[in-house]
């Protein structure tokens, strides 16, 4: 741990960058199985962001493992760490005054919670996709749920690694059978009644 180091605070800060671009940052952070469909709804719902002037980056699980996250397993130590350095990054954006998307199976409670810790009241949303395991296995979009099942793959969540889905989200979006983009158009209109993204 570096010692020796002490925070500098500068003029220009979270407050005066969410006033040029006039809105609130935050993290809308979509938790889930692999296969809920996290990462093609926040690509959708971010580019429903963006239409509406607000300004945003979108932080995926498979992405930031080919540089930021790219030393990292997939054991539950190295699933924490990837979680730490999403949320610590997540955290930069929000200091940025931008609205940042997520979209990580982030399968421990105490991970998620971590992120909300380390921004304001109100920054951290949680948005619980909650689609059944089943749906996940059938659509395996990268064959992972098959190799895990003839045990090609060690630690895959929901087969033989845990996933603790969220016990109170902000927001909890509910597959039953709709498509990608109604859940898009589901997940955004949540987020406007609730006033989540004023």
Not at 8 to 28: F, G, I, M, Y
Not at 49 to 78: I, M, P, Q, W
Not at 182 to 198: C, M, R, Y
Request: charged share 30%; aromatic share 8%.
């Amino acid at each position: 741990m570096a010692t020796n180091i002490v925070w500098h605070q500068h003029d220009v800060n979270k407050e005066t960058r969410s006033q040029a671009l006039n809105q609130k940052p935050r993290v809308l952070w979509l938790t889930g199985l692999s296969g809920s469909g996290k990462s093609t709804i926040s690509n959708l719902l971010e580019k429903k962001l963006v239409e509406a002037g607000k300004h945003t980056y979108l932080l995926d699980g498979d992405n930031v493992r080919h540089g930021l996250c790219g030393d990292l397993g997939f054991s539950d130590k190295d699933r924490v760490e990837n979680i730490r350095r999403i949320s610590e990054v997540a955290k930069l954006f929000v200091d940025a005054g931008v609205i940042v998307l997520t979209a990580f199976i982030s399968p421990f409670r105490s991970d998620r919670d971590y992120c909300r810790n380390l921004l304001g009241e109100g920054e951290f949303i949680e948005v619980f996709i909650d689609t059944p395991l089943e749906v996940c296995e059938q659509r395996d979009p990268k064959g992972l749920y098959k190799k895990a099942r003839q045990g090609d793959i060690k630690n895959f969540t929901g087969i033989d690694s845990a996933y603790e889905a969220p016990e109170a989200a902000e927001v909890h979006l509910r597959y039953s059978g709709q498509s990608a983009e109604e859940s898009a158009e589901q997940l955004f209109a949540l987020l406007t009644e609730k006033g989540l993204l004023d």
